[in-house]
Structures are given as C-alpha cells and as structure tokens.
T-cell receptor
Framework: SQTIHQWPATLVQPVGSPLSLECTVE??????LYWYRQAAGRGLQLLFY??????ISSEVPQNLSASRPQDRQFILSSKKLLLSDSGFYLC????????????FGNGTRLTVT | AQSVAQPEDQVNVAEGNPLTVKCTYS??????LFWYVQYPNRGLQFLLK??????LVKGSYGFEAEFNKSQTSFHLKKPSALVSDSALYFC?????????????FGTGTRLKVLA
C-alpha cells in the first residue's frame, strides 16, 4: 500500500533562517506531488505542485521554493524565513488519473519567531 | 473557473442525529468531487469521491454524499452522528480542464457533534 512521510512534525525557526521540509512517498511511482499551507486551521493554499522529476509549478510568488530531486521526493525550501511563513504545511500525492484522490501527510507545524 | 463553496463555517448536531455538511460546486465539464476530513494537527483524510454513476456515494466511517447535478451540490451526510465525527470537513473539486489536475478546496466546515 502507498504511504506518505513528512517531517519534521514541528519546527520552530528564527526569522531569516533557512528552511527545508521533506516529503517522500512509498508504494507508487510517478505520483503528482503537492505542497499546501494551511493558516489558522482553515483554508488550504496550494503552494507548489509537480507532475514529474524536476517539474515544479508555483502557485503563489513568495520566498519559498520546491524541488523534486527524485520521483517520490518533494522538498520545500526557503533561504530566509519570514514571520508570515508560519503555518501548517501539508505534503500530498495523487495518482495520474483524473479520479485519483489526494493523499496527505501528517503535516509540519512551522513557527517562525 | 472551477470552484467549490461551503456555505457554513460550523455545523452543530446532537449525537445520534443525522448530519449534513453542504457543498456546492461550479465546474465546466464533468465534475470530479471529493470530501476530506481533518482532525486537529493532522493531515486531511480522504472520505469519498464522485466521478460518475450513482448519485449517492458511500465512503469511509459511515459517511455518504449525494450528488445533485441540477442544484450543483455534493452534500456530505451521515445517518447517525458520533461525537468522534467532530472535525473539520473539506469539499474539493479536481480541475481537469487546465491539464494541471489541481485540486480546489472549499474553505472548510467545522462539525461539532454534541453528546
């Protein structure tokens, strides 16, 4: 069966520090991969998605970036964090078919101080 | 553009009573609709999906959803609510028109089941 791993679960970082969040998927190949941010426990904001290795689409211009160095690995990065980057970050994957649901990791709670 | 709307921020229901969480959609072409549940500090869990076929879709944990094309709705239902159903619920539609296959989420409805 497929599983998705996301780490760390919580992170406290000072303003101006770098960020690296990692997500890996097991049990499937060539998944679509997504990074979402959820603020204040409500709406989901799509940050990046990827349909293949090295293919990244950005939805929101900001100081975050994403990379997909391997088929089932998706990394969210920042060179210098801002206070506004605080939030709950969720990685997800889906199959290629239109009827494939999204499957989410357990999320990373990032607090920028 | 594809979109979904969840008109209620919060729904309160007594344990044992039926529950409904509302969702309406706007899509061009055939809708691919999903419901997710989120418990505190966790990722979203997939409950059910509508692609085509029967208008009543059954999913996990006793949930079902009714697709209504004329009303462009996809309401989540459960015949008898449990306190453990208290969570945040999201409706979503998959955008298949742009070729990107992105998922568009509603703003979420908080369900509170009262003992």
């Amino acid at each position: 069966s497929q599983t998705i791993h996301q780490w760390p679960a919580t992170l406290v970082q000072p303003v101006g520090s770098p960020l690296s969040l990692e997500c890996t998927v097991e049990g499937t190949s060539n998944p679509n991969l997504y990074w979402y941010r959820q603020a204040a426990g409500r709406g989901l904001q799509l940050l990046f998605y990827s349909v293949g290795i090295g293919q990244i689409s950005s939805e929101v211009p900001q100081n975050l970036s994403a990379s997909r160095p391997q088929d089932r690995q998706f990394i969210l990065s920042s060179k210098k964090l801002l206070l506004s980057d605080s939030g709950f970050y969720l990685c997800a994957w889906s199959g290629q078919g239109a009827n494939s649901p999204l499957h989410f990791g357990n999320g990373t709670r990032l607090t920028v101080t | 553009a594809q979109s979904v709307a969840q008109p209620e921020d919060q729904v309160n229901v007594a344990e044992g009573n039926p529950l409904t969480v509302k969702c309406t959609y706007s899509v061009s072409g055939n809708p691919y609709l999903f419901w997710y549940v989120q418990y505190p500090n966790r990722g979203l869990q997939f409950l059910l999906k509508y692609i085509t076929g029967d208008n009543l879709v059954k999913g996990s944990y006793g949930f079902e959803a009714e697709f209504n094309k004329s009303q462009t709705s996809f309401h989540l239902k459960k015949p008898s609510a449990l306190v453990s159903d208290s969570a945040l619920y999201f409706c979503a539609v998959r955008d298949v028109t742009s070729g990107t296959y992105k998922y568009i989420f509603g703003t979420g409805t908080r369900l509170k089941v009262l003992a």
